[in-house]
């Protein structure tokens, strides 16, 4: 998916890990994070629910970005039809819970992203794709997400991944790991960091206990439902909120304390001791990284080839102007379970 705003937010981000964890039976810290509306582009605009990156934090391991939106309508909003547009550093993780978008890419990579079912794009040194909800798809709904390359990753060739993670069942939950190992499931699809990536869908009333990586941080996106974190003092997360559980944290605690069936995405990963700059739908190193990268596009460079098959008007999204001034740092220093 692209970030399609007319004046997007610069991201420096500064990691600096404090390792740590708790006893078993200790309660941990919950920082919630409410997301902004996003208009997706065009007359009848999609609008996404954009949770990462925000000023208060950027990143969680290497996720360095969080959409998530629906249940659209496709008749009122127009559903996805979203250009030809670069990526760089990083990799892009489509994730539907209804509905189906048809996926092209300067590989040539021709793919169908339906509910249960990871697509995995790793832009590298450079790609160019295409995201379009299909004619049969009446309610749109699912979440798109970023993670950043480590540096010495960052000019890895263009790669695209299939999987559909089985169903596991515990205490009544249905949960489905896509990316790295929870519950004694692992995802085989390569990731450049240790991450986690899982849906879990719970009944009214069910409770789950989830023994995670201490070296990690964890957010909790709640798509529907509240969603308690047991093992803390915060209040219930309600819709569309991600709950951040910084390092130290060695099991989550998770009940559904709503009356209807509650889905949430679990998202972990070990902090990125990196300096990154996010800027549009480029992730570098610097600033004058982020201005190559755009005239690069620009100028139709080879750096991103060059999509087949795409039927819109628009061949080649236009990069928006860079901000006069350079790109300024942002910390994004790791809580502590």
Known sequence: MSNLEAQPTEIDCRSTVHRGGDADGDLVAVEVLTARDVPLGGPRAMTVRRTLPQRRRSLIGAWCFADHYGPDDVSATGGMDVPPHPHTG?????????????????????????????????????????????????????VQLWVALPESEVDTPRDFAHHVPPVVERDGVEVRVFLGDLLGRRSPVHTFTPLLGAELTMPPGAEIDLRVDAGFEHGILVDAGRIRIVNSAAEPLARTELGYVGVG??????????????????????????????????????????VRFREQWTEHSDRFGQVQGYQGSTQHLPAPDLPTTRLRPRHNVPGQA
């Open 90 to 142: 990083l990799q892009t993780v489509s994730w539907l819970f209804s509905g189906e978008v048809e996926h092209r890419d300067t590989m040539g990579s021709h793919a169908m992203v339906r509910p249960g079912e990871l697509n995995l794009m790793t832009a590298g040194h450079g790609i160019a794709h295409t995201e379009v909800s299909t004619p049969d798809t009446t309610v749109l709904h699912g």
């Open 249 to 290: 944290a060695t099991h989550l605690s998770l009940a559904n304390g709503s009356d209807e069936r509650a889905r949430l995405v679990l998202l972990g990963g070990a902090p990125l001791e990196e300096e990154i700059i996010m800027w549009w739908n480029f992730l570098g190193r610097s600033h004058d990284d982020i």
